[in-house]
């Protein structure tokens, strides 16, 4: 059989075209990397590759979760613990690390169009959920509900892991955070940490309250705290982390919004000894 010689010299072309692409990509991460030390490129090692479908529209989905050492770890956790989290009816008091990367167009086996995620955790945590079904199954979940408030998603329960496939379409760099931006810079230097901080008490609030969020509110109280020069606040996108120095109090709280990190204002009324942090949700 004859092999046409212009379609290989189009293929050979194709892949030159794509490895330069690739080698484009990799130069521009890393230009974006030294413009942003905040942040870095990983390429995560493929793990388990999730099978599910859009709600209402029953359009499938495929989650690719990945892992890396570069996503940091969850906190210690047993199955005793985990059983019980699960149970909770509100178990967002304990959050997966985890990145979230855009939506790619696929194909899968019966050569359908098809959308898949690719999510990535931290690997030492993603080999001990690979060792339970239960963790495995708790892995898969919290990868749906980021990817639900993330995009604005509803995505079915009803899912399946494949078998035979770790990874759908082609590992891609992932540009994840490496820290927050603080937006009260401490003044005062760290005197000796004896005593265990405490949790304060704290509202949070969305405004308006009806319709599409555009603002939340986080009220913190913290007695005995003189001026916000002995606050630390950290915001995330997704979270909120204050220490109240020396040792007096610790907050951290995930929330299911995404905020603007950069117009998020904190005041502190030392007479009410109350933190008001007002955070803009990003529209999504």
């Not at 001990?128 to 239960?134: A, F, M, N, S």
């Amino acid at each position: 059989t004859m092999t046409d010689s212009s379609l290989l010299s189009t293929e050979l072309e194709l892949q030159q075209q794509e490895e330069l692409y690739q080698q484009l990509l990799l130069q521009t991460m890393g230009q974006m990397q030294t413009e942003n030390p905040d942040s870095k490129v990983i390429r995560p090692q493929p793990g388990i590759c999730v099978k599910t479908s859009s709600e209402p529209d029953k359009q499938k989905v495929f989650i690719n979760i990945c892992q890396s050492n570069s996503v940091p770890p969850p906190p210690e956790l047993s199955r005793e613990e985990l059983v019980e989290l699960l149970q909770a009816e509100d178990p967002s008091g304990y959050r997966v690390p985890m990145s979230l990367g855009e939506p790619h167009t696929e194909v899968d086996n019966s050569s359908q169009g098809c959308t898949a995620y690719d999510v990535v955790i931290n690997q030492e945590f993603f080999q001990r959920c690979q060792k339970d079904p239960l963790f495995q199954q708790f892995v898969i979940l919290v990868s749906v509900e980021g990817l639900e408030n993330k995009y604005n998603l509803e995505l079915s329960r009803d899912w399946k892991v494949l078998k035979n496939r770790k990874f759908l379409g082609s590992v891609s760099e992932q540009n994840i955070r490496t820290k927050s931006r603080p937006v009260i810079q401490e003044l005062q230097p760290q005197e000796n940490a004896a005593a265990t901080p405490k949790r304060p008490e704290f509202t949070l609030l969305v405004e308006p309250p009806a319709g599409d969020p555009e603002y939340l509110i986080a009220e913190i109280k913290l007695p005995g705290v003189p001026s916000s020069r002995s606050l630390v606040l950290d915001v995330g996108e997704d979270r909120l982390v204050l220490t109240a120095r020396p040792s007096l109090f610790h907050l951290d709280v995930f929330h299911p919004f995404l905020i603007d990190q950069e117009n998020s204002v904190a005041q502190y009324n030392s007479s009410t000894q109350i933190l008001t942090v007002t955070l803009p949700v990003v529209s999504l």
